[in-house]
């Protein structure tokens, strides 16, 4: 049966490639597009060597602009890389169908060559006019009319959208997914823990048409929606609880992580969001607050260790915000033009730098004293009782001691910033003032301000083409499992092309129309139609949308690494739901930071906290860089090393290792059937089941569940060792019948290893 399954998804995958490529020649005898079917070709095959990149270029010939594509050939005046409306006079179209060998592009030795197709659409464009355009994403969105849409099935603007794209692709919309299936969904997607069976039978009881809108407004109101949106932001902003580096001492970065939550929370605007985050030291209305919220542009990598040349690590500081900015907000990779002109992007190694200047001005040193004599490298903000009685009354404070934070601020003097030459600190070029790629939204001081309020000013922009689209694609990504350009972190031309660009401009204006409100955005996206389909894989899903691009179903996405914990705990009842506040240091196996440390300081030696702190939520698991939590890395989760906008999703066996021998499985599943034990057998396999999967058992299941139960009791029966029930740190509760709570723990374990407990349907 499972090779079956494998033949019939390799099926899906080679009959979906011969339909992609099928409609792009399709395309060809249409009109040619250059962002879709031309961009796309000419950057993979022929931009490392005719485009932006002046240090690479080859013949003086630029095919990225069509300055450079009609000029005169530089061996040849009266030749032309592209003549509009004439192949055979084109020497690109030429080069790219040459018999000889030698004359061929791309040539032999780039082991790149165009398909037919590709050459085909090439003269196709030219015969039409071979019209250039700016790149998609640097076109400012707007609204264009709703396409037609089944008005039966659609419940928002969305739907007319996605519907339209998927009866092109020969799909039909998947029907709703069930009433307890939609609720796991939206409680994972919207707070991170599962629903309790108490909401489980409220709204499963709940027959008026509003019911699913009660429980979206009921989720997105509850404290956990903050700590959910809260721990993507996390890896975005590179947040950890170490400075990172061999030394690694311990930073106190946390109340920063505690403004994030209270932000998600009161639901402030996106532009304040980032505004705060950006510049909150140099706005006018400034705070504590807001002054907390600049910790963002701190949360990077710093040194503790003796020897280091200052100047070199102050420049590595720059240069980690400058590269978060471009991927966190516009998802551009500015960092390859640190060294060189970007080879395939609008951003010259210039752009870089005056990005650059924007985050040089902080009086700071690439090393300021050793190892645990600073958690918060100056410049820093100190929050006392008074502050946290006063307007930082959100940070969770546990104690009556002073804590510093490492903020923003810039210095009373404006530092000169240069061109690096290849990147190196000690090579300094032209000085270049604070700006930005011309390309995405010409930049000027008098207009914005040259410093970072100037730049936040610039990115809310009602002409920038970039910020409300990358942050609107990141959402979507969050709740449908893909974003609609798929690269979240790469919307250059390496990046994918959007599957619904006309939807993605309408929800980056719609979002720029309301305010830039989040919890809208949010409650949009899932209650639309598309968001509450089944996620049911059908035949002819696997033959013609293998990758769910069409959207005719949900997609299935496996719980983050610190979610899988949180249902743990949530399910098992352990779980601590304090909001904020310090760190804490879970079960984790012995000898590891001993084995990676250098043996100074605070974190030389791994210290387990104790009591309700072991049973907090994953988010608060101490981040030591050099170190992360084993556990949660086996599920993929960032090292927080630097900005990541999207995390990998693999399957290993480790993974099920993890499930199988994890103390904080083992501790759930003990202290559940403790509780539990006792009861009716078939009651408790429900309620079990209920708690954890969030659904009724059907009678299958039940059956093979109780046959396991009778199996490990017999078994343990025999084995007559007292203490298979001392898992954990969490209070013995007293049971009477021993070798049946032991079964029904290993019985508690197996249903949290099913695949449906820790993937989202």
Same mark, same amino acid.
């Not at 639901?267 to 607050?289: C, H, M, P």
């Given at each position: 049966?499972?090779?079956?399954?494998?033949?019939?998804?390799?099926?899906?995958w080679a009959?979906?490639?011969?339909?992609?490529?099928?409609?792009?020649?399709?395309?060809?005898?249409?009109?040619?597009?250059?962002?879709?079917?031309?961009?796309?070709?000419?950057?993979?095959?022929?931009?490392?060597?005719?485009?932006?990149?002046?240090?690479? #270029?080859? +013949? @003086? &010939?630029?095919?990225?602009?069509?300055? %450079?594509?009609? *000029?005169? !050939? $530089?061996?040849?005046?009266?030749?032309?890389?592209?003549?509009?409306?004439?192949?055979?006079?084109?020497?690109?179209?030429?080069?790219?169908?040459?018999?000889d060998?030698?004359?061929?592009?791309?040539?032999?030795?780039?082991?790149?060559?165009?398909?037919?197709?590709?050459?085909?659409?090439?003269?196709?464009?030219?015969?039409?006019?071979?019209?250039?355009?700016?790149?998609?994403?640097?076109?400012p969105?707007?609204?264009?009319?709703?396409?037609?849409?089944?008005?039966?099935?659609?419940?928002?603007?969305?739907?007319?959208?996605?519907?339209?794209?998927? #009866?092109? +692709? @020969? &799909?039909?919309?998947?029907?709703?997914? %069930?009433?307890? *299936?939609? !609720? $796991?969904?939206?409680?994972?997607?919207?707070?991170?823990?599962?629903?309790?069976?108490e909401?489980?039978?409220?709204?499963?009881?709940?027959?008026?048409?509003?019911?699913?809108?009660?429980?979206?407004?009921?989720?997105?109101?509850?404290?956990?929606?903050?700590?959910?949106?809260?721990?993507?932001?996390?890896?975005?902003?590179r947040?950890?609880?170490?400075?990172?580096?061999?030394?690694?001492?311990?930073?106190?970065?946390?109340?920063?992580?505690?403004?994030?939550?209270?932000?998600?929370?009161?639901?402030?605007?996106?532009?304040?969001?980032?505004?705060?985050?950006? +510049? @909150?030291?140099?706005?006018?209305?400034?705070?504590?607050?807001?002054?907390?919220?600049?910790?963002?542009?701190?949360?990077?990598?710093?040194?503790?260790?003796?020897?280091?040349?200052?100047?070199?690590?102050?420049?590595?500081?720059?240069?980690?915000?400058?590269?978060?900015?471009?991927?966190?907000?516009?998802?551009?990779?500015?960092?390859?033009?640190?060294?060189h002109?970007?080879?395939?992007?609008?951003?010259?190694?210039?752009?870089?730098?005056?990005?650059?200047?924007?985050?040089?001005?902080?009086?700071?040193?690439?090393?300021?004293?050793?190892?645990?004599?600073?958690?918060?490298?100056?410049?820093?903000?100190k929050?006392?009782?008074?502050?946290?009685? @006063?307007?930082?009354?959100?940070?969770?404070?546990?104690?009556?001691?002073?804590?510093?934070?490492?903020?923003?601020?810039?210095?009373?003097?404006?530092?000169?910033?240069?061109?690096?030459?290849?990147?190196?600190?000690?090579?300094?070029?032209?000085?270049?003032?604070?700006?930005?790629?011309?390309?995405v939204?010409?930049f000027?001081a008098?207009?914005?301000?040259?410093?970072?309020?100037?730049?936040?000013?610039?990115?809310?922009?009602?002409?920038?083409?970039?910020?409300?689209?990358?942050?609107?694609?990141?959402?979507?990504?969050?709740?449908?499992?893909?974003?609609?350009?798929?690269?979240?972190?790469?919307?250059?031309?390496?990046?994918?092309?959007?599957?619904?660009?006309?939807?993605?401009?309408?929800?980056?204006?719609?979002?720029?129309?309301?305010?830039?409100?989040?919890?809208?955005?949010?409650?949009?996206?899932?209650?639309?139609?598309?968001?509450?389909?089944?996620?049911?894989?059908?035949?002819?899903?696997?033959?013609?949308?293998?990758?769910?691009?069409?959207?005719?179903?949900?997609?299935?996405?496996?719980?983050?690494?610190?979610?899988?914990?949180?249902?743990?705990?949530?399910?098992?009842g352990?779980?601590?739901?304090?909001?904020?506040?310090?760190?804490?240091?879970?079960?984790?196996?012995?000898?590891?930071?001993?084995?990676?440390?250098?043996?100074?300081?605070?974190?030389?030696?791994?210290?387990?906290?104790?009591?309700?702190?072991?049973?907090?939520?994953?988010?608060?698991?101490?981040?030591?860089?050099?170190?992360?939590p084993?556990?949660?890395?086996?599920?993929?989760?960032?090292?927080r090393?630097?900005?990541?906008?999207?995390?990998?999703?693999?399957?290993?066996?480790?993974?099920?290792?993890?499930?199988?021998?994890?103390?904080?499985?083992?501790?759930?599943?003990?202290?559940?059937?403790?509780?539990?034990?006792?009861?009716?057998?078939?009651?408790?396999?429900?309620e079990?089941?209920?708690?954890?999967?969030?659904?009724?058992?059907?009678?299958?299941?039940?059956?093979?569940?109780?046959?396991?139960?009778?199996?490990?009791?017999?078994?343990?029966?025999?084995?007559?060792?007292?203490?298979?029930?001392?898992?954990?740190?969490?209070?013995?509760?007293?049971?009477?019948?021993?070798?049946?709570?032991?079964?029904?723990?290993y019985?508690?374990?197996?249903?949290?290893?099913?695949?449906?407990?820790?993937?989202?349907?």
């Amino acid at each position: 049966m499972r090779i079956r399954y494998f033949l019939l998804i390799l099926t899906g995958w080679a009959a979906w490639g011969c339909q992609h490529r099928g409609s792009q020649r399709a395309d060809s005898t249409a009109e040619v597009d250059y962002n879709y079917h031309i961009r796309p070709i000419l950057s993979d095959k022929c931009f490392k060597c005719h485009g932006p990149d002046a240090n690479t #270029r080859e +013949a @003086g &010939l630029r095919l990225d602009t069509p300055e %450079g594509a009609y *000029a005169a !050939l $530089k061996d040849n005046p009266h030749g032309r890389a592209l003549v509009p409306g004439n192949p055979a006079a084109s020497e690109i179209y030429l080069r790219i169908t040459a018999k000889d060998i030698s004359q061929r592009m791309p040539p032999a030795e780039a082991n790149l060559t165009l398909t037919e197709e590709e050459i085909t659409l090439i003269k196709k464009w030219i015969e039409q006019g071979g019209k250039y355009k700016p790149h998609w994403a640097f076109i400012p969105p707007r609204k264009t009319g709703l396409p037609e849409a089944d008005n039966d099935w659609v419940r928002n603007e969305i739907d007319y959208f996605t519907y339209s794209k998927m #009866r092109s +692709a @020969g &799909l039909e919309p998947s029907e709703e997914a %069930g009433k307890e *299936a939609l !609720l $796991k969904r939206v409680s994972l997607d919207l707070t991170g823990l599962p629903p309790s069976v108490e909401m489980q039978d409220r709204f499963l009881k709940d027959k008026s048409p509003g019911a699913y809108e009660k429980i979206v407004d009921e989720l997105l109101q509850s404290p956990h929606y903050g700590e959910q949106m809260a721990l993507d932001w996390m890896d975005v902003a590179r947040y950890a609880d170490s400075h990172g580096y061999q030394d690694d001492g311990l930073r106190t970065m946390w109340p920063w992580r505690d403004w994030v939550i209270h932000a998600f929370n009161e639901n402030y605007s996106y532009e304040k969001f980032v505004t705060y985050q950006l +510049a @909150g030291d140099l706005i006018k209305d400034r705070n504590a607050e807001s002054i907390l919220a600049t910790g963002f542009n701190r949360n990077h990598k710093i040194t503790q260790e003796g020897g280091v040349i200052d100047e070199e690590y102050r420049s590595e500081y720059v240069t980690d915000r400058t590269n978060t900015f471009g991927k966190a907000f516009l998802s551009l990779t500015f960092e390859c033009a640190k060294c060189h002109d970007h080879k395939y992007d609008p951003i010259s190694q210039k752009d870089y730098f005056r990005t650059y200047a924007f985050f040089n001005q902080v009086p700071e040193k690439g090393l300021f004293g050793t190892i645990d004599a600073s958690f918060a490298d100056p410049p820093n903000l100190k929050i006392g009782q008074d502050e946290i009685r @006063g307007i930082l009354n959100f940070i969770h404070k546990k104690d009556t001691a002073d804590v510093y934070v490492m903020v923003m601020k810039d210095s009373v003097g404006l530092r000169k910033t240069h061109l690096l030459e290849r990147g190196n600190y000690d090579t300094p070029g032209v000085e270049v003032t604070p700006g930005l790629p011309e390309k995405v939204l010409p930049f000027t001081a008098s207009r914005y301000g040259n410093n970072r309020e100037g730049l936040v000013k610039w990115m809310f922009d009602p002409k920038n083409p970039l910020t409300d689209r990358v942050w609107v694609n990141r959402l979507w990504a969050r709740f449908f499992g893909r974003g609609i350009v798929a690269t979240t972190g790469d919307f250059g031309m390496q990046g994918d092309l959007p599957t619904h660009p006309e939807l993605l401009d309408w929800l980056a204006v719609d979002f720029r129309e309301h305010h830039r409100d989040v919890k809208r955005l949010v409650k949009t996206l899932v209650t639309s139609a598309t968001y509450r389909q089944s996620s049911k894989v059908t035949r002819q899903h696997l033959e013609k949308d293998p990758l769910n691009r069409y959207l005719a179903r949900s997609s299935r996405t496996r719980l983050k690494a610190e979610l899988v914990r949180d249902l743990a705990l949530s399910s098992s009842g352990l779980l601590n739901p304090e909001i904020g506040g310090p760190s804490i240091k879970p079960y984790q196996p012995e000898g590891i930071w001993e084995k990676s440390t250098s043996g100074r300081g605070s974190l030389a030696r791994y210290v387990q906290d104790e009591g309700n702190d072991l049973y907090r939520r994953g988010m608060y698991v101490f981040i030591k860089r050099t170190v992360p939590p084993p556990n949660m890395l086996i599920f993929d989760a960032s090292n927080r090393d630097q900005c990541e906008v999207n995390r990998l999703a693999t399957n290993t066996p480790l993974q099920a290792l993890v499930m199988l021998n994890d103390p904080v499985i083992q501790e759930a599943s003990r202290v559940l059937a403790q509780k539990m034990a006792g009861q009716p057998a078939d009651q408790v396999l429900r309620e079990v089941f209920r708690k954890i999967i969030c659904r009724e058992p059907d009678s299958r299941e039940l059956k093979v569940l109780a046959g396991f139960w009778d199996q490990e009791t017999a078994r343990i029966r025999k084995l007559k060792k007292p203490d298979l029930l001392k898992v954990g740190e969490y209070r013995d509760i007293p049971v009477k019948e021993y070798e049946k709570t032991v079964a029904l723990m290993y019985t508690v374990q197996m249903i949290y290893n099913m695949e449906e407990a820790i993937v989202r349907i």
